[in-house]
């Protein structure tokens, strides 16, 4: 196939076999693509095939087996994102989220621009947490989960607390609470910004402060959600898990 130009992101990389690597790379045009390095640490390219690179690339392209990089214009890596652990670590579920959420060599512009857009809110100390969760629960279609947090399931009616129901697979106001006696007894906030954060443009998201003790229930929440609709499980969200008795010991 002919050399074409695309954006991308390291997703990671593996030693194969002696000197060579294999590198996978989210393109902007053509999905996530498998890219064979030869003599990867003597090549030019080396230092710009570390994990979370931004790169601008001329590649050739092949919808079977791997594909070969012939030139780098641009590379950039993120600097906060390198340089705290906190920022890492959210930035890798995030990667690896997109990373499972679509198939191999599958074409995805808009989860590409909706994958950087939330690194480069991470990467300007906006709150880590909050992009997470918006980045959660809008990619939450790609596993083809369609949840509504906007209106109750049996009336409609938006201007009640909510809570959410997995009988329903959607929320349900105050006057229908007892159409599902196991319903989560989420509270109602957590519902109202969920609703907004997965209608939330990130080219314009406004400043949020939320408690402590609210963000917690959003995360609880989330986690509810991915255990019952997603059921991926994936090594960097233990280690966010984690990490909230890493920030304890730090304060
Ligand atoms: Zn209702």
Redesign the pocket.
Known sequence: MQNVETGGLVLFSRNYREQDKLVKIFTESFGKRMFFVKNANKSKFSSSLQNFTQLELVAAINDEGLSFISDISDATSYQFINSDIFAQSYASYIISLADVAIPDNHYDAALYGFLMKSLELIDNKIDMEIVTNIFELQIMSRFGAQLDFD???????QD?P?DFSKKYNG??????FD?DMKREHIDPNVIFLCHSFMAMNLETLPTINISDELKAKIRCFIDLLYDHYIGVHLKAKKFIDGLSDWADIMK
Not at 151 to 157: F, G, N
Not at 171 to 176: A, E, I, Q, T
């Open positions: 209106q109750c399931v049996c009336c409609h009616r009640l909510m929320c349900l106001c105050r006057n229908h159409e």
